[in-house]
């Protein structure tokens, strides 16, 4: 079953913040996270794991709530490079395969 | 990390035939997948591409639409069978070394089927 996303869109101004969701109906092993620019092949952001601890790099983090089956992206001071549609894609704890979300569509503006 | 050359990038294709996508990976990897993806949309898991065996479909596709050969830890091909305009899509490949690190994809193969 797919992971929800939220919210769908955002619009930001370079220097704001923003946060996205993802939540499972299944208890997760592990959650990633990939930008997709258009026409371009989704790219690797991190990854969270079970019992791992809070992720980032430079102004992107992630956290996990095992308990809740939710992870939120966190993103600040945005910069016209974070555009793009973010995905989650979520592993439960016997599945090879990821299942990604639905997808936000991130816009950042001068 | 694993660099993936998948080809062709895009074709036009009249309904009925078949194109056959391939997927090759610089590096030997345990975990491949085929994705479909329409524009603006999400990724659909297709299969998982097993070596020396046959593909795990997912539920909504079969081996007879979309035939998968893994003969190797490498390289592997995704058919799109008898196809129609609903068959229009990006179709990606991907690859993990183990369940625990990232997933690397293709640039995707852009189908338009006529």
């Known amino acids: 079953q797919q992971p929800v996303q939220s919210p769908q869109a955002v619009i930001l101004r370079e220097g704001e913040d923003a946060v996205i969701n993802c939540s499972s109906s299944?208890?997760?092993?592990?959650v990633h996270w990939y930008r997709q620019k258009h026409g371009e092949a989704p790219v690797f952001l991190m990854i969270?794991?079970?019992?791992?601890e809070q992720k980032g790099h430079d102004k992107i983090s992630a956290s996990f709530n095992e308990k809740k089956q939710q992870s939120s992206l966190y993103l600040t001071a945005s910069q016209l490079s974070y555009s793009g549609t973010y995905f989650c894609?979520?592993?439960?704890?016997?599945?090879?395969?990821?299942?990604f979300g639905s997808g936000t569509q991130l816009t950042v503006l001068p | 990390s694993a660099v993936i050359s998948q080809k062709p990038s895009r074709d036009i294709c009249q309904r009925g035939t078949s194109l056959t996508i391939q997927c090759q990976v610089d590096s030997q990897v345990t975990m491949m997948f085929w994705y479909r993806q329409q524009p603006g949309q999400s990724l659909t898991l297709i299969a998982t591409a097993n070596q020396g065996s046959e593909a795990t479909y997912e539920s909504g596709f079969v081996i007879d639409k979309f035939p998968i050969s893994r003969p190797n830890l490498t390289f592997s091909t995704l058919t799109v069978s008898n196809m129609s305009p609903e068959d229009s899509s990006i179709y990606l490949c991907?690859?993990?070394?183990?369940?625990?690190?990232?997933?690397?994809f293709g640039q995707g193969t852009r189908l338009t089927v006529v």
């Open positions: 969270l794991l079970k019992g791992g």
């Open positions: 991907s690859v993990e070394e183990t369940r625990n690190t990232e997933a690397f």
């Open positions: 299944k208890a997760l092993y592990s």
């Open positions: 894609g979520t592993r439960t704890g016997s599945a090879r395969q990821l299942t």
